[in-house]
């Protein structure tokens, strides 16, 4: 048996953050074994209700486009008054979890912080959907509003992109995809990028972090990574490992934020010193006593509302 060399994360966490963990959901059941890809889904998204309760009213739209892989659905989420900009979501849950109504609240505070239409991407999941097609989705929806920005009423001049967890990797790859194509979309004014993974096999907070309590152990990595790449080599890919991409010019401003007790924050440090070594714009911070996906739980912890208008002020500066 490999020994488990990890930190006593339990005792280390916030109070809030342990408020959170001993939320008992009595509707629950136990979490399905991880070769049930459907049950897990199915499980996700019936936790998440309780987190995504009394979050704030605004208009919602929702179509169905095409894109690169045939239909895909988006949501907006509209505050009042006129946006001054759209800001194109991806949604969290390691490629195989996750959708709109998952990061419903999140995409809601993110839309009423930045004052900015908040465009959420139903991407398709693996490992059903493969590297890279959620990126060509993106990258789709994307195309498709700026060739139509007037009809569905979106300001497109100045566009971003942000996401958490898996959906910051995929944000972050997005924008690098558009820069290397060359393809128009307006301007990216901002990436805003909470707990992300951004290509690293290994690192120490991988080693020293990560368990039971966040689902997030080197073998659950593992999993989530198998799902998503087709083939060993895409591991080596620039917009699977990011640091394997020319980081040293053309990023849009990227705000980087993490947890301080998850196993994936040296991949978001690594990015950081990175970026700010080849003098391109970004801030970094570090939300201390928290977990990964955090970001959820904003109805009881005041670091995931400031996450989130950490993240809005960021955006909103670069316009």
Not at 83 to 112: C, E, K, V
Not at 165 to 184: E, T, V
Request: charged share 25%.
């Amino acid at each position: 048996m490999k020994p488990e060399n990890k930190l006593p994360v339990l005792t280390c966490i916030s109070e809030e953050m342990q408020t959170v963990l001993n939320v008992h959901q009595d509707d629950l059941p136990p979490w399905p074994p991880a070769d049930d890809v459907k049950a897990m889904r199915q499980h996700y998204q019936l936790e998440r209700r309780f987190w995504n309760l009394d979050a704030p009213a605004m208009t919602t739209r929702e179509y169905t486009i095409p894109g690169a892989h045939g239909e895909l659905t988006t949501r907006f989420y509209c505050p009042e008054p006129e946006s001054q900009a759209t800001l194109f979501y991806l949604h969290g849950g390691g490629f195989i979890l996750g959708n709109l109504d998952t990061h419903d609240r999140i995409m809601r505070l993110l839309a009423q912080y930045s004052r900015c239409t908040v465009v959420g991407i139903d991407y398709s999941l693996s490992p059903e959907a493969r590297f890279p097609q959620a990126i060509e989705e993106t990258v789709s929806a994307c195309q498709f509003f700026h060739q139509h920005a007037d009809d569905y009423q979106l300001n497109m001049s100045h566009i971003g992109f942000a996401g958490d967890s898996a959906g910051a990797m995929l944000a972050l790859a997005s924008a690098l995809w558009l820069r290397d194509k060359r393809l128009d979309c307006g301007k990216v004014a901002g990436v805003l990028l909470w707990y992300g993974l951004y290509g690293l096999q290994d690192s120490p907070s991988r080693r020293l972090l990560g368990g039971k309590w966040d689902g997030l152990s080197r073998d659950d990595l593992k999993i989530f990574e198998n799902a998503y790449l087709r083939t060993a080599e895409d591991q080596e890919s620039p917009y699977y490992c990011l640091f394997n991409n020319d980081l040293t010019r053309d990023v849009p401003p990227c705000f980087i934020a993490t947890a301080e007790f998850d196993p994936l924050i040296d991949d978001s440090r690594l990015l950081f010193d990175t970026l700010r070594t080849h003098r391109q714009p970004c801030e970094y911070k570090m939300y201390p006593g928290t977990l990964h996906s955090f970001l959820h739980y904003s109805r009881m912890m005041r670091s995931a509302d400031e996450a989130l208008q950490d993240g809005a002020r960021f955006f909103t500066a670069q316009l």
